[in-house]
C-alpha cells in the first residue's frame, strides 16, 4: 500500500531551520506531484507548497515565500522541505501528500501521517 512517511520534526527557537523529509513507497513515485500541508488544531489544513514530477516546477504560498523551499529526490523517493527563519506561527503539523495531477495538488490523493514543528518565540 502507499505510504508516505515525514520525519524531521521538533522543537525549534524562532529564527531557526527545519529540514522536513518524506519517504514515499508503494506508488510509482515519479508519476505523482507531491505537496506539503500544515494544520493548526481548531483550524483547517493549509496547503504550503508542491513539486512538480520531474521537480523542474515548484510553487510556494505568498506566507512562506522567501523561506521555505521544497526539493526531491526521484532516486530515493523522498521529498523535502526546508524551513527557514522561523516564526512561532509556522507551528503545525505539517503532512506530505501526493497527487498525480498538478491543478489537483491541493486535493491530494495520499496523505502522510504528519510531524509536529513547534517554534518556540
Known amino acids: 500500500q502507499v505510504q508516505l512517511v515525514e520525519s524531521g520534526g521538533g522543537l525549534v527557537q524562532a529564527g531557526g531551520s527545519v529540514r522536513l523529509s518524506c519517504a514515499a513507497s508503494?506508488?510509482?513515485?515519479?508519476?505523482?506531484?507531491m505537496g506539503w500541508f500544515r494544520q493548526v488544531p481548531g483550524k483547517e489544513r493549509e496547503f504550503v507548497g508542491s513539486?512538480?514530477?520531474?521537480?523542474?516546477?515548484?510553487y510556494i504560498v505568498d506566507s512562506v515565500k522567501g523561506r521555505f523551499t521544497i526539493s526531491r529526490d526521484n532516486a530515493k523517493n523522498t521529498v523535502d522541505l526546508q524551513m527557514n527563519n522561523l516564526k512561532p506561527e509556522d507551528t503545525a503539523v505539517y503532512y506530505c501528500?501526493?497527487?498525480?495531477?498538478?491543478?489537483?495538488?491541493?486535493?491530494?490523493?495520499?496523505w502522510g501521517q504528519g510531524t509536529q514543528v513547534t517554534v518556540s518565540s
Open positions: 508503494g506508488l510509482s513515485y515519479t508519476t505523482y506531484n
Open positions: 513539486i512538480s514530477r520531474s521537480g523542474d516546477k515548484t
Open positions: 501528500a501526493a497527487q498525480l495531477y498538478w491543478s489537483d495538488i491541493r486535493s491530494p490523493a495520499y
